[in-house]
């Protein structure tokens, strides 16, 4: 099956700093990649959908200026979570839908749990 | 607006059992419905995806059934195995996703 990649699987950062999430696709391209934030025990949150050339859309309640979501390429989106705070810890996790329209199947890369101290 | 809803929150049976997943979804007009397993700690595997033209999906043990007039979708797994062990999600397509709470299965040795 498809497979999404997503690096780091972990990082620990101090308050105040940047962190990078990337999300890469890798065998087949993604015009559309999806951020959900998922919190113990509950269900994914979707933050934003990532549109490859343009800019991300944002769910209501999610602020922009805090997560970036760069989608440059067909293949890699990146999250960045500017100016962390321990409320900012949480599992991270991408998805890409593989095929036009919307019937495609969605891939998941493997999270990235981001604990900021 | 669409919601997903999935019963039961939990689930122990013995190895070895037959058992049934449930997912219920408010709104039929559904491009697809997928089932997925997430590990504690990591992201989700696709199991099966079924189209809104489908009925049902086979691979393996699995398989997923879809009733698009009544807003249902169950997740049949035959003799179950430890390793089975999880948290089984569905998630509808329409425009976006929309995504159960979960029912999370332990299979006992």
């Known amino acids: 099956g498809a497979v999404v990649s997503q690096h780091p699987s972990r990082v620990i950062c101090k308050s105040g700093t940047s962190v990078k999430i990337e999300c890469r696709s890798l065998?087949?391209?993604?015009?559309?990649m999806f951020w959900y934030r998922q919190f113990p025990k509950q269900s994914l949150m979707l933050m934003a959908t990532?549109?490859?050339?343009?800019?991300?859309?944002?769910e209501q309640g999610v602020e922009k200026d805090k997560f970036l979501i760069n989608h440059a390429s067909l293949t890699l989106s990146t999250l960045t979570v500017t100016s962390a705070h321990p409320e900012d810890s949480s599992f991270y996790i991408c998805s890409a839908s593989r095929g036009q329209g919307g019937t495609g199947e969605l891939f998941f890369g493997e999270g990235s749990r981001l604990t900021v101290l | 607006k669409q919601e997903v809803t999935q019963i039961p929150a939990a689930l122990s049976v013995p190895e070895g059992e037959n058992l049934v997943l449930n997912c219920s979804f408010t709104?039929?007009?559904?491009?697809?419905l997928q089932w997925f397993r997430q590990d504690p700690g990591k992201g989700l595997t696709s199991l099966l995806l079924?189209?809104?033209?489908?009925r049902e999906q086979t691979s393996g043990r699995l398989n997923a059934s879809l009733d698009k007039s009544s807003g249902r979708s169950t997740l049949y797994i035959a003799a179950s195995q430890p390793g089975d062990s999880a948290t089984y999600l569905c998630?509808?397509?329409?425009?976006?996703?929309?995504f159960g709470t979960g029912t999370s299965l332990t299979v006992i040795p």
């Open positions: 079924i189209q809104s033209s489908q």
């Open positions: 998630a509808v397509r329409r425009n976006q996703f929309y």
């Open positions: 990532s549109n490859e050339g343009s800019k991300a859309t944002y």
């Open positions: 709104d039929s007009a559904i491009y697809n």
């Open positions: 065998d087949f391209q993604a015009t559309t």
